[in-house]
């Protein structure tokens, strides 16, 4: 009898086995080695190995005008994005859950199918469209009359041309969430509202948004976490020009990593962002969480 309940204590852990060797081969060891590498003064065209040089990396990266010139480009790519992205969000899954059942289905592939585009071909089709010469945009701005408006190679445009095409590509996934959580919403309080008199506005203020709060905390450290790594955007539409205002910082580490073989700095970049990322999610976390 105790040997069959030793079998049943380890029978979890067997059928748990596959996913913890998968996590460990690609996750925890790529982590590690990152770790490793951003102690290291590892360059792949120098003919010398490997160098234990400390936090030398992280010195340098906090010393490199480039470095936080990249990382101002990303905090103003996050501060635009995320909240424009979860307000916009909330509203259309407000919207289409307000709607008909039979229109539910098209409202949410309409706003989902951008998201199944991959990020090449929704950057270039952007890119099209917002050309100076012969895009989309200006040639419909031209009918009335406003003249070429430089989406993508005007400092002051740039940035946000990409945070308009990140809103039209990324929007669906935090609706979809956002719906989700809606409908798991009981009818009962929505039912006791309108016993009270309680409608329109008052039942979302009241019922839905304080209900959703835990769906809404997801999708803010999750919109922020992925507008911190943003890197497929401006690397399609604008190169990381003009003059480098939106040269964000995975591109930066992307350049110094594998355009300029030195893996060391890199990583230690990306150490960098990674503690930015759990701190921003840390202060989140503590500014929402449930009482």
């Given at each position: 009898m105790?040997?069959?309940?030793?079998?049943?204590?380890?029978?979890?852990?067997a059928f748990l086995l596959p996913y913890l060797v998968l996590?460990?081969?690609?996750?925890?060891?790529?982590?590690a080695f990152g770790l490793w590498l951003s102690v290291m003064r590892y360059e792949l065209l120098s003919p010398e190995p490997p160098k234990f040089i400390g936090?030398?990396?992280?010195?340098?990266?906090?010393?490199?005008?480039?470095?936080?010139?990249?990382?101002?480009?990303?905090?103003?790519?996050?501060?635009?994005?995320?909240?424009?992205?979860?307000l916009i969000a909330l509203a259309l899954a407000l919207g289409i859950s307000a709607s008909s059942p039979r229109?539910?289905?098209?409202?949410?592939l309409l706003v989902f199918l951008p998201t199944m585009?991959?990020?090449?071909?929704?950057?270039?089709?952007?890119?099209?469209?917002?050309?100076?010469?012969?895009?989309?945009?200006?040639?419909?701005?031209?009918?009335?009359?406003?003249?070429?408006?430089?989406?993508?190679?005007?400092?002051?445009?740039a940035m946000k041309s990409i945070v308009l095409m990140t809103l039209w590509w990324t929007i669906g996934g935090p609706v979809v969430i956002l719906l989700a959580g809606i409908k798991q919403i009981p009818d009962v309080y929505y039912e006791a509202a309108a016993l009270d008199g309680a409608t329109g506005w008052k039942r979302v203020l009241h019922i839905t948004l304080p209900m959703l709060k835990p769906v809404l905390l997801f999708v803010v450290v999750l919109?922020?976490?992925?507008?911190?790594?943003?890197?497929?955007?401006?690397?399609?539409?604008?190169?990381?020009?003009?003059?480098?205002?939106?040269?964000?910082?995975?591109?930066?580490?992307?350049?110094?990593?594998?355009?300029?073989?030195r893996l060391g700095y890199g990583a230690a970049m990306s150490w960098i962002l990674f503690a930015l990322i759990s701190a921003f999610s840390i202060v989140q976390f503590r500014l929402m969480k449930e009482k």
């Open positions: 105790t040997h069959r309940l030793r079998l049943r204590d380890f029978s979890g852990y996590f460990a081969v690609f996750l925890l060891l790529p982590l936090f030398d990396n992280y010195r340098e990266a906090f010393g490199d005008p480039y470095f936080w010139k990249a990382l101002w480009a990303t905090a103003r790519f996050v501060v635009l994005t995320s909240p424009l992205t979860v229109r539910q289905h098209i409202y949410r585009i991959t990020i090449s071909v929704a950057g270039l089709l952007w890119r099209w469209m917002l050309s100076t010469d012969f895009g989309l945009f200006n040639a419909y701005l031209e009918r009335f009359g406003i003249a070429h408006i430089p989406w993508l190679t005007d400092t002051r445009l919109n922020v976490i992925g507008a911190f790594q943003v890197f497929g955007q401006p690397f399609m539409m604008t190169a990381g020009g003009p003059e480098r205002s939106t040269f964000v910082l995975v591109q930066y580490i992307y350049v110094s990593s594998f355009l300029n073989y």
